[in-house]
C-alpha cells in the first residue's frame, strides 16, 4: 500500500479539523492560514466531565515537522496542567505518553488529542489537584 504523502494528510486533518467533523471535546486547526508547510497548529481539549479538569479549556500547540507523520508530532500545552506525561515546561514527554511512544502513521492530532483527553479521565489522573484556571506554561 503506499504512503499517503505528508501534504496531502495535512490537508485530511486541516479540512477535518475547519469543519469541525471530528469529537466535539476537541478542536485543532493551523496557527497561521499562511503555513504553506502546515507545521505549526493550535489545539483545545474541553476538560472531560466527572474529573478535576471538568469545564476546563486547555489550549496546546502542535507542530508537525518534515518527519511528520511518520513520526509524532511535538505537543505542548499552553494551559497549565497537572498530568504525569506533561512536564515543567508543558511539553508533552514521548516517553510517557503511549500514543507518542508507540506512534503508528495513520494516526493524527486528533488521535493525540483525543488520548490526551482520556489520559485527564483515567482513574489516576482524573483527581490531581491542578493549578489555578487560566495559569500558562
Known sequence: ??????????????????KGLGAESISYGLTNQDDITMTYWNGTILGPPH???????????IICDESYPDKPPKVKFIS????????????VVVSEFDTLKNWKRNYTMETVL????KSM??????KLAQPAEGSTF
Open 114 to 117: 483525543l488520548e490526551l483527553r
Open 121 to 126: 479521565a483515567s482513574p489516576a489522573n482524573k
Open 51 to 61: 474529573s478535576t479538569h471538568e469545564n476546563r479549556i486547555y489550549s496546546l500547540t
Open 80 to 91: 497549565k496542567i497537572n498530568l504525569p506525561c506533561v512536564d515543567n515546561a508543558g511539553n
Open 1 to 18: 500500500m503506499s504512503k499517503i504523502p505528508r501534504n496531502f494528510k495535512l490537508l485530511e486533518e486541516l479540512e477535518k479539523g475547519e
